[in-house]
T-cell receptor, first 114, second 119 residues
Framework: AQTVTQSQPEMSVQEAETVTLSCTYD???????LFWYKQPPSRQMILVIR??????QNATENRFSVNFQKAAKSFSLKISDSQLGDAAMYFC???????????FGTGTSLTVIP | DTAVSQTPKYLVTQMGNDKSIKCEQN?????MYWYKQDSKKFLKIMFS???????INETVPNRFSPKSPDKAHLNLHINSLELGDSAVYFC??????????????????FGPGTRLLVL
C-alpha cells in the first residue's frame, strides 16, 4: 500500500532562519510526482513545489527547495530565510501515473517565531 | 479568474438534511476530486472522477454521491447528514500525467474549501 509519512506533527523556526520538514513515502512504482502543499489559516491549499521522480535534480522555488532521495524514498522540504507568512500546515503528497491517485501525509504545522 | 471554485464557503445545517456542494474548474482538466479534511487536518480522498471513470473510496458512506453534469463540474451530494460529516470539504482538479502542459501533469489544484457544520 502506498503511504506518505510526515513524522514531525509540529515544527518551529525563528524568522530568517532555515527549517527542514521531513517526508517519507512508500511505493513500488518508479514513475510518480512528489509535492509539498501549504495550508495557511485561510485553509486554501497552495502548491509550494513539485518534483518529478525521474529527475535527479532537486526542485527549487525561490526560498523553497527539496532534498529528493529516491532510493531512500525521502522527500524533505527546506525553507530558507523563513518569513512570518510561511507559518502554515505543510502537507507532503505524491501522485501515481495511472488514474492520478494522490496520497497525502498527515501534515506538519510550522510556526515562525518573530 | 478563480481556477477551482466551490459554493458555498460555509454550510450550517441540521442532522438528517440533504445538502449539495458545487465545484467548478476552468482549467480544462479532465479529472476532479473531492476530499474531506477532518478536525485533525487529515485529508482523505473521497472520490476521483473523469469523463469515463468514477473511483470511490470504499470507506465513504453511500450517503455521499458525486454528480458531474459536465467535465468542468463535480458536485457533491450528501443525504441524511450526520454530526460526523462536519468537516471541510475540498474540491480539486488535475490533468493526467504527461499530457498537454509540460510540468503540470499530476498537480492537483484545490478549491477554497467548504466548511460544513452539522448541528
Amino acid at each position: 500500500a502506498q503511504t506518505v509519512t510526515q513524522s514531525q506533527p509540529e515544527m518551529s523556526v525563528q524568522e530568517a532562519e532555515t527549517v527542514t520538514l521531513s517526508c517519507t513515502y512508500d511505493t513500488s512504482e518508479s514513475d510518480y510526482y512528489l509535492f509539498w502543499y501549504k495550508q495557511p489559516p485561510s485553509r486554501q491549499m497552495i502548491l509550494v513545489i513539485r518534483q518529478e521522480a525521474y529527475k535527479q535534480q532537486n526542485a527549487t522555488e525561490n526560498r523553497f527547495s527539496v532534498n529528493f532521495q529516491k532510493a531512500a524514498k525521502s522527500f524533505s522540504l527546506k525553507i530558507s530565510d523563513s518569513q512570518l507568512g510561511d507559518a502554515a500546515m505543510y502537507f507532503c503528497a505524491y501522485s501515481l501515473g495511472a488514474g492520478n491517485q494522490f496520497y497525502f501525509g498527515t501534515g506538519t504545522s510550522l510556526t515562525v517565531i518573530p | 479568474d478563480t481556477a477551482v471554485s466551490q459554493t458555498p464557503k460555509y454550510l450550517v445545517t441540521q442532522m438528517g438534511n440533504d445538502k449539495s456542494i458545487k465545484c467548478e474548474q476552468n482549467l480544462g482538466h479532465d479529472t476532479m476530486y473531492w476530499y474531506k479534511q477532518d478536525s485533525k487536518k487529515f485529508l482523505k480522498i473521497m472520490f476521483s472522477y473523469n469523463n469515463k471513470e468514477l473511483i470511490i473510496n470504499e470507506t465513504v458512506p453511500n450517503r455521499f454521491s458525486p454528480k458531474s453534469p459536465d467535465k468542468a463540474h463535480l458536485n457533491l451530494h450528501i443525504n441524511s447528514l450526520e454530526l460526523g460529516d462536519s468537516a471541510v470539504y475540498f474540491c480539486a482538479s488535475s490533468q493526467r500525467f504527461r499530457t498537454q502542459t509540460p510540468g503540470a501533469g499530476g498537480t492537483q489544484y484545490f478549491g477554497p474549501g467548504t466548511r460544513l457544520l452539522v448541528l
